[in-house]
């Protein structure tokens, strides 16, 4: 049972009106000077990734390392909550509720061409369109959505559930799990200055989502309705993922966000058992097991990959762009995963992301990935074409077209598509909603009407950028800040860190750490 409602989850005006201020002053020069204000975001992005790609990376092998050592440490036991304290969620809805939250629509949009990508532009120098670059299409694949985009979204969800549940501190925000370094700063503006960042981040991200899968929708819909893609459509995709996920806000955790997020992995895993049923099964996990062992053999190498010496763009274009894109989701995911993580240990939380998610976004590019690439390779279908010449929604299509049943499988498709993107999107009102509130507990959910007020918010900004075709610089501006966002997430450790010696200095060897409650 949720805590009722009460005063103390109020809206927190001091972090609510700075993040629309800040939204609102990157929105607006787009609409208003949409070239220049193009140019500028590219520059600061272009910026961001070549004077410090090599940071991104450093910071994705790091945060892997330390969460590996954590999980194996004796801090692993310790329990996000008190000695009473169990699972709010089943295991099952738990890790549903993680994967569908952090990956949405970006996951059926990418696992179809990603791998054709990076079949005709291969990294290492690789012969495009060789034997070779095919298995690295399909390696990449697994190493741009595996154990370190999930290390990303991890670490900042460990100090923030240990904040709420374990100290019992007021407030679901990244300001109060930074206490442990920031101090009482934490309450000032140095705290509400950091809560506003993450709050474009989340507005931000949003809009990427939406750049994605509006597009993809719309192109899918106008195939099987017969008619032609145009603004109004845009919109009216876009109304019915408003209305899905503002019932979804409404309902709250337990009633709205739950149960989206068991449909949409039941209905992906449908969709993913036809594909491998009818497409070249043997190729598919021929590719899966080939992938993941040479992804694991050259972890280290593709994590640190910048070659220096040559001349090649494809660890900047693609590993630094998705490390920035994880680390740019990073706070919502985790005060999302946090708040949904009560009596979890911190070893389970991180098997849940590392090991779960990543196994979810493989099982997604090893079917429709290899299915996509067999069609390549075999001469079914040149995917490679059709992304150069129309794009991603025009390939994925042609793709869908391919399989029996083409018309029920697309309906299928646009089904889950409407339910992933609504997935991610409850997931972001809720926490947005959560970080403008007033010293809500970890026990209490905000009010409705907060959620609503972001909801709407989200569904504006989409609006409006879709009108104005300015997905793409909010897009780049968000991954841009993902680079300040890398010094918060080593701050968020070192204060997790500080609080597990102070809270567990003896060493204890016991299935489950708590804090009994007269400490507290």
């Known amino acids: 049972m949720n805590a009722p409602e009460s005063h103390s989850d109020r809206l927190d005006l001091r972090v609510f009106v700075p993040a629309v201020l800040v939204i609102a002053g990157l929105i607006l020069p787009i609409i208003v000077f949409p070239e220049s204000g193009a140019a500028l975001v590219n520059a600061a992005f272009a910026f961001a990734t070549g004077r410090f790609g090599w940071l991104y990376l450093l910071a994705g092998i790091a945060v892997v390392v330390f969460l590996v050592g954590l999980a194996i440490s004796r801090y692993g036991n310790v329990r996000l909550g008190g000695p009473d304290d169990k ?46 670059a095919a298995e690295w299409a399909l390696t990449y694949g697994q190493f741009h959505w595996g154990f370190t985009p999930w290390a990303f979204y991890c670490l900042p969800a460990i100090p923030i559930a240990y904040s709420m549940f374990v100290h019992n501190r007021p407030g679901v925000r990244l300001s109060v799990a930074a ?57 009216a995709v876009l109304l019915i993922w408003t209305a899905i996920f503002s019932a979804s806000v409404w309902f709250g955790l337990a009633k709205g966000i739950k149960i989206l997020s068991d449909i949409n992995v039941l209905l992906a895993g449908v969709l993913l058992v036809f594909t491998l049923v009818v497409g070249d099964t043997l190729f598919m996990v021929e590719g899966w097991v080939n992938s993941l062992g040479k992804m694991v053999s050259n972890f280290v190498p593709m994590s640190m990959w910048t070659d220096p010496v040559g001349d090649s763009s494809f660890w900047r274009d693609w590993t630094v762009f998705y490390w920035a ?103 972001s009102a809720y926490v947005l909603a959560s970080v403008t509130s007033r010293k809500l507990s970890g026990y209490q959910e905000p009010q409705r009407k907060i959620r609503l007020i972001w909801a709407f918010l989200i569904a504006g900004v989409g609006v409006a950028l879709i009108q104005l075709g300015g997905l793409k610089p909010v897009q780049t501006s968000t991954i841009v800040v993902a680079l300040p966002m890398i010094p918060v997430l080593a701050i968020l450790a070192w204060s997790l860190v500080r609080w597990l010696r102070q809270d567990f200095a003896k060493k204890v060897l016991e299935p489950h750490l708590v804090i009994e409650d007269d400490k507290h």
């Open 87 to 132: 699972p709010e969620f089943s295991y099952f809805s738990w890790v549903a509720m993680i994967f569908a939250g952090g990956i949405g629509i970006a996951i059926v949009n990418w696992a179809w061409v990603e791998p054709i990508y990076y079949f005709t532009g291969p990294p290492f120098g690789v012969e495009p369109s060789s034997r070779e």
């Open 179 to 235: 206490r442990g370094v920031l101090g009482r700063h934490a309450d000032g503006w140095w705290g509400a200055l950091l809560d506003a960042v993450v709050v474009f981040g989340i507005v931000g991200g949003v809009g990427t989502s939406l750049g994605l899968a509006v597009p993809l929708v719309s192109q899918l819909l106008s195939g099987l309705l017969g008619v032609s893609p145009s603004f109004m459509l845009d919109i």
């Open 325 to 427: 894109w994880w680390i740019a989701y990073a706070p919502m995911m985790g005060l999302f995963v946090a708040r949904i993580s009560r009596g979890r240990t911190i070893r389970e939380l991180i098997i849940a992301e590392m090991v779960f998610g990543s196994l979810g976004c493989w099982v997604f590019f090893a079917v429709w990935g290899g299915y996509a690439l067999d069609l390549q390779i075999s001469g079914t279908l040149d995917v490679a074409a059709i992304l150069s010449a129309e794009g991603i929604p025009a390939a994925v299509e042609a793709i869908l077209g391919t399989l029996p049943m083409s018309g029920v499988i697309t309906t299928l498709f646009v089904l889950l598509c409407f339910i992933f993107l609504a997935t991610t999107l409850d997931s």
